[in-house]
């Protein structure tokens, strides 16, 4: 069964610190993988896509790893500020051409304290 | 600016009502894709359109129907036999093809009174 699960489901950190979210994904086949930040009652908006052949990637004070091997993402955000507080959701496409789909992980919900 | 519209942002049913969700999007993209999130849940696929006059069933689909008459415009109508149809929905879009990037638009809130 395809799946993608996060962890934690939510965290409290002060603005400044850094934090890392995890996320393990049972897909296949297995062919990109995308964290989103999704402000409370908003939509989902795109950070990052790492692909199969790709560790690592930066944008901006978000670094995501991928390590396709034990099939784990994290998403390392360093020097945190109150508007990092939002949901994070990895995405993970599997398929083929032909018939494909987005696979949703239920997101950690960040909160970032003054 | 290109985007998705959705709307309106906040909408109250009545038991035994239908209501459809607008989303609008100008991005030229050809897939569009409707989900429902709950809390505590991820986003669950309800109907999914790859090109015009073309749609599919999502995983929960049953209580809900969509049309696809225009490539920007893909509404949701949520029909009295969603028993539970109290959630976020979000409209999404997306480049014709596998693993491209998924656009949402802002949401809209369901609440049944």
């Known amino acids: 069964k395809n799946q993608v699960e996060q962890s934690p489901q939510s965290l409290i950190i002060l603005e400044g610190k850094n934090c890392t979210l995890q996320?393990?994904?049972?897909?296949?086949?297995?062919?990109?993988l995308r964290w989103y930040k999704q402000d409370t009652g908003r939509g989902p908006v795109s950070l990052t896509i790492?692909?199969?052949?790709?560790n690592t990637k930066s944008n901006g004070r978000y670094t995501a790893t991928l390590d396709a091997d034990t099939k784990q993402s994290s998403l390392h955000i360093t020097a945190s500020q109150l508007s990092d507080s939002a949901s994070y959701i990895c995405?993970?496409?599997?398929?083929?051409?032909?018939?494909?789909?987005?696979?949703f992980g239920t997101g950690t919900r960040l909160k970032v304290l003054a | 600016d290109g985007g998705i519209t959705q709307s309106p942002k906040y909408l109250f049913r009545k038991e035994g009502q239908n209501v459809t969700l607008s989303c609008e999007q100008n991005?030229?993209?050809?897939?569009m894709y409707w989900y429902r999130q709950d809390p505590g849940q991820g986003l669950r696929l309800i109907y999914y359109?790859?090109?015009?006059?073309?749609?599919q069933k999502g995983d929960i689909a049953e209580g809900y129907s969509v049309s696809r008459e225009k490539k920007e415009s893909f509404p949701l109508t949520v029909t009295s036999a969603q028993k539970n149809p109290t959630a976020f929905y979000l409209c999404?879009?997306?480049?014709?093809?596998?693993?491209?990037?998924?656009?949402f638009g802002e949401g809209s809130w369901l609440t049944v009174v």
């Open positions: 999404a879009s997306s480049r014709q093809g596998f693993g491209n990037t998924i656009y």
């Open positions: 996320c393990n994904y049972t897909v296949s086949p297995f062919s990109n």
């Open positions: 790492m692909t199969f052949s790709e």
């Open positions: 995405v993970v496409s599997a398929g083929s051409k032909r018939t494909y789909k987005y696979i």
């Open positions: 991005l030229n993209h050809d897939a």
């Open positions: 359109s790859q090109i015009v006059n073309d749609f």
